[in-house]
């Protein structure tokens, strides 16, 4: 995007990029399809030490400009849910749009140049094994630590680091977590089973589906929480929403086990209800002992031993520190012609298209402006 509408406004541009072929975490993001954007992208859906530092970025170039563009191309796309915009056919149509852009505005793309060195007199110099590739502006669009596999490196936090700019701490975000070894006994064997919950931590709720797997809990609801969460702190999770499952008992004469569990297995999959009515049977079947029971139906504590890591993390949180850069240009403030943009900067999105809009939005500014 960046190269994109720099290219538009007859700058010369180069794109380096490592692997064999550009945008191959688009490719494989949002199982194939590209959740290109989500229509209703607010600040509030993005984590970043200063929360404030994406908003003019992201109301500067939105979900409808990028919009605009997939229709230009006719791209057919559909809304998932809550604002997910999707690719009816495939994320290549999203990775062939940008590659025609480029072909459009004359930039040069070139695959399988790894930069090795880069250094900075009067203009900056990018060493590759065979090249060198001078320039007064230089943007670093290296993307996240996740997915090692495909080619995710820590480029990008070492050029910032070279050029003594703060980096955030980063973690993996958006990604499943793991169970303690007791609660993984106890749970994992139900691998596969789901179901619609609230998950909080630090604060932060999210209403959406948790999946158990083989190791501990995923699902869009564990992933959100997930980028709030840090290690050894409990999650909340609310397997009841907004139901009093315990009332018709406490009203009635069946206070018994097989009462309550046709009661929870109104709301949980069947084998969840039994083996979490199993560990959390009431201690007596008095009016107290079932409020206690409702109130940990609505709270369910778990604190998980951490998370899958970067080989299952949908992003990297933390990363170039906002303060070091212009909030309009994306420019470092220390080092003029020095850019950071999309996912290696310390803003992070929800699950549902924001991390790419971030990235639209961020490389657009820069584009702009080098
Ligand atoms: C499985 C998966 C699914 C996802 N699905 C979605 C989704 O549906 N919607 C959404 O909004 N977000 C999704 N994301 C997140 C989204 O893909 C990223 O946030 C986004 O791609 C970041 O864009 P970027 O340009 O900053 O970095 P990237 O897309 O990671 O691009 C960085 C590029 O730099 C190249 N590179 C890295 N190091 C070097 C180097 N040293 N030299 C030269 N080139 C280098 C890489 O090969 C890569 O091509 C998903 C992520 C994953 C892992």
Known sequence: MCAIEAGKRGRRVTVLERADRIGKKILISGGGHCNFTNLYCRAENFLSRNPHFAKSLLARYTPADFIAMVEKHRIPYHEKTLGQLFCDRSARDITNMLENECQSHGVQILVNRAPREIRRTSEFIV????????????????????????????????????????VQAIRPALVPLVLAADDRARYCDLAGVSAEV?????????????????????????????????????????????????????????????????????????????????????????????????????????????????????????????????????????????????????????????????????????????
């Open 127 to 166: 060493s590759t094994e065979n090249d060198e590739f001078r320039a007064p502006a230089l943007v670093i669009a290296t993307g996240g630590l996740s997915i090692p596999k495909i080619g995710a490196t820590a480029f990008g936090y070492e050029v910032a680091r070279q050029f003594g700019l703060k």
């Open 198 to 370: 609230v998950a909080s931590s630090d604060h932060h709720n999210f209403r959406e589906k948790m999946l158990i797997t083989h190791r501990g809990l995923s699902g869009p609801a564990i992933l959100q929480v997930s980028s709030y969460w840090a290690a050894g702190t409990p999650l909340f999770i609310d397997l009841a929403l907004g139901r009093e499952m315990t009332t018709v008992l406490r009203s009635g004469k069946a206070r018994n086990t097989a009462a309550l569990r046709s009661a929870i297995r109104e709301i949980l999959p069947n084998r969840f209800a039994d083996r979490w009515l199993q560990l959390h049977a009431p201690d007596a079947w008095t009016n107290q002992g079932l409020a206690e029971l409702e109130r940990q139906l609505h709270k369910w504590i778990v604190v998980p031993a951490g998370t899958e890591g970067y080989e299952k993390a949908e992003v990297t949180a933390g990363g170039v520190d906002t303060d070091e850069l212009s909030a309009k240009t994306m420019e470092s403030r220390r080092v003029p012609g020095l850019y950071f943009i999309g996912e290696v900067v310390d803003v992070t999105g929800h699950l549902g298209g924001f991390n790419f809009q971030w990235a639209w939005s961020s490389g657009v500014a820069a584009g702009q402006a080098v």
